[in-house]
Structures are given as structure tokens and as C-alpha cells.
């Protein structure tokens, strides 16, 4: 740090100029987001403190919008509701148009509602944005997420009309840079135009994106469309049902866009049934389109979605190396896999009248990019040899994450344990944990699933018997022992750690 400044921080409190330290390394870091240092930065900060300062900043004006937030993503720092509301205040505020626009198309993958609300602030603003042609130099340099660019752009067309300019012309100019960019990433339509096309509002655009649905005709397209016909009405409404037609015929036939070449990732479950799949879809540029998502028994995770649409080889090597030092050993998995695991969960969440998230549909896009109506679906793993708790005990040797969490502790009442091998605490927590069987049944159906893609079929085996005793007699379980027996020995090691 230099001397001047170190001098500057001495004559201010030390609460005062340690924030001060701390603002100084963030914006040095943001400007040069090296990984080693950002890990240096972060690795004894907690989440809330990185948040507090990245949002500070991004209000502040020392750093654009769009690399506070991918910086913040790497790290899991971002809170959906505090970000919303630093980037209506940027959007509304007084700043140069190009931030405001970067503000504009987070804040459309955040609550697309509030986007309204801030044009109706500011009628001119579309003008101003259109005329200089903002969104298409931030386009064209990538540095806005293509489905927030494709959202902002044709509700700006749709408001520019104080100075005569045909708004919706200036959409269908916008829409060619996003159909180059798109070509230049390899990003799925359903990705860009899915905020669009759900809203009926924006009709008047539709035919364009309709068509190149249609074109790729994989499943997204094929949900875009669906949604949208049923919200239709008149010729559109009929336009839209000829194209699904014509699209679920394509994507029958094999003839919709080709599978695209990826790679994905899959960590083991935890107790209560949750786990993280990673997909990185090959671009034709040097690069992938990143997606993760958390699922779990009931369905996808809310708010667990993540798109990182500009992700290289060295960040996507750096960003799986800190997911599985963070959620637990990461398998390299074929990419179909990760992709019927979406889709069974996007399925058993809708099966349970519980709609999908706004945060999550861009990522499970991106996943169904894979898919198609006539893959099939994994075969559960034959259950072996039902395994003791010794055999339990090798099998999961290594992977602290396999204990109940504070959460469902809260919820059972369970005090600290007094010991490692506290009885009385365990017997406890053996029958509070009855409750969560589902659950610990589902997980060791997915670990199963999960040592059978690592290449370990014999714990496979063993784990899919253990997940049938679970369903069987939860009581007599040796897993739901092993699992309580695990948790209080590592409260009790946490305690005297």
C-alpha cells in the first residue's frame, strides 16, 4: 500500500481505517480480479463483510456494476434483495448512461418489475440510451449478460417515443447486434429471450424470436413456446401455436440445433437430500456458458441459480476448484446426467404446485440446452450387500459434510453433545431425524448414483442398500445411526476445537 496512504489511515480511528484498508484492497482487487489474490482477499472475511463492501462500492461508483456482481458470484456473496436495491438506486441515480444501463440489465435478472418502474422515473432515459446507442456498445464489447441486454433493449424500444423515433424499429436494429453476439457466444435463444417472451406486453417483438426458437426446437424452446401461446391472444396466440407445432416436430425428428459439446460436474448429497451440479457448455469462441444449480428431494433449490456466460478454461478449472474445496468433492459426470438430474427435479418442484424461481430459470436453460424428449433416464443403481456402520464409516472417511445442519438442529432442539460419543445425544437425535427420512433415503440414492459415476461400484451398491433400509425401517437403519453418530462427534470436536 502506498506511504501516503498508510500516513492517511494512521491519523483516522482503527475501526475507521481498517474499512478504509479494506475499500483500498477491494478496488485494487476489482480492478484486477487476480484469483490467488481475490482467494488471499476473501479466505478470512466472511460473505456478509465481502457483500457489505462490494455493494458499498458498486454505489459508490468506484466499480461498474456488472464486475461487482460477477465478482461477487465467484464467491457466493450476493444477496438477491440488497443488490436490487443498489441497482434501482444507480439506474435512478446520476450517473453516466452506461453504467445505468449495466444497472438496468442486473436489475432485469433480479425483479424485471422494477425495471418498468424506473423507466416510468425517467421517460427520457430510453431516448438518451437508444440515440447514443449505449446498449449496443456494451453489447458488443460483452459486457452485459445477454438476457438482461435482449430484456432492457425492448422495453427502451417500446419507451422511446417523446422525440418520434419508431421504438420498435430501433428494437429489430438492437436485435441483430444480439443475434451476432449470440452467434459469436454459442448462447441459446431460450437463455436471451426468455425474460421477452413471457411477457405478454412485448408481443409486438415476438415473431423474430419466435422463428429462432423454432430453429433450435430444443426443450426450452419448446417450454418458451409453450408458456407463451398460453398467455396469447388473437393472431399471435395462433402464430404461436403453429410454431410450438412446428418446433415439437423438429425437436421429434432430431432436427432441431445440435446437442452442444459440455462438461459437468456433480457433488455427492448432504443428509437432508441437497446437492450441486455444474455444466459448461462449449462456445464457439475460446470459452463455455457456466451453469450451476443446488437440488434437492423436493426439487430444484430456490435461488441457487447460476449463469456465468463468459467463463474461460482457466476460470471455469478455478471456479470447480473452489466449489469442491466449498460444497464437497466435485465428479466429472457425462453432461446427459446432469441434465436429466435437472430435469427430474425441475419436475418433482412443478409436481409439488411450486413454481420456478426467476433466479433459477436462466440456469436450468442452460441445462436443458442438453436435452431432449427421447433421452433416456438413468437407471437407479441395484442395491449389493446392505452395509454396517463400519462399512458406512470407510465410505464416507473424508467428507466432513455429511452431518445434519444447524438448521435441522434447530428444529429438532438438540442440545451440544457432552461428548464424541454422547448416547443420550444421539438417541435423540436418531429419532427426531425420523421426520427427515425422505430425505436421507433420496441422498443415499444420489450418493449411490454418484460413487457409480466416480468408478467405486461396490460403495454404489452399498449405499443404494442403504438408502432401501432407510425407506424400509428409518429406525433400524444403520445409516440413520451412522449419520447421527457422525454429527455428534463432529459438534462435539467443533466445541473443543
Known sequence: MPRAIRRKIRRVRPDKARAIATRLLLSDI?????PARVERFCGGRTDAEVRRDLLDFMLAGFVSPIRANR???MFHAVDPESVADR??????????????VEALALLAGHDPDRVDRVLARDPMLGTRLLIRNTVVELMETERLPLEGASFIAERLGRSVDADGTDGLHATERLQAVFEETRAMLGTPAGLVYRLVLRDPALAAVWPPIIERLVDEADLEALDLLEFARKRAEGATRFQLNEAFDRARARCEAGHGAPRPEARAWMTPATPDGTYTVIVGLDRPTDGAL????????????????????EAYPELIDDFVARLDARVGPLASVPALEAAAAVRAATRRRRERGESIRE??????????????????????VEPGEAPDVATLSAIFEGDGRWMWDDDDRSDWDLPEPREAADEGWTERCVQASFERAHDLAFAARQRARWHALSGDPQAAAQMAAAAQAVEDDPSAAPLTRFTAERTCAALFGAAEG
Do not use: K, Y
Request: charged share 25%; aromatic share 4%; proline share 11%.
Open 30 to 34: 476489482l480492478a484486477d480480479p487476480d
Open 71 to 73: 465478482f461477487a458470484e
Open 87 to 100: 441497482l434501482v438506486q444507480i439506474a435512478c441515480g446520476r450517473r453516466p448512461d452506461a453504467v445505468r
Open 290 to 309: 457456466l451453469a450451476s444449480l443446488d437440488l434437492h428431494a423436493d426439487g430444484v433449490l430456490p435461488d441457487s441459480g447460476e449463469v456465468q456466460p
Open 359 to 380: 433466479l433459477d430459470l436462466g440456469a436450468i436453460s442452460v441445462f436443458r440446452r442438453l436435452a431432449r424428449p427421447a433421452d433416456p433416464i438413468p437407471a437407479e
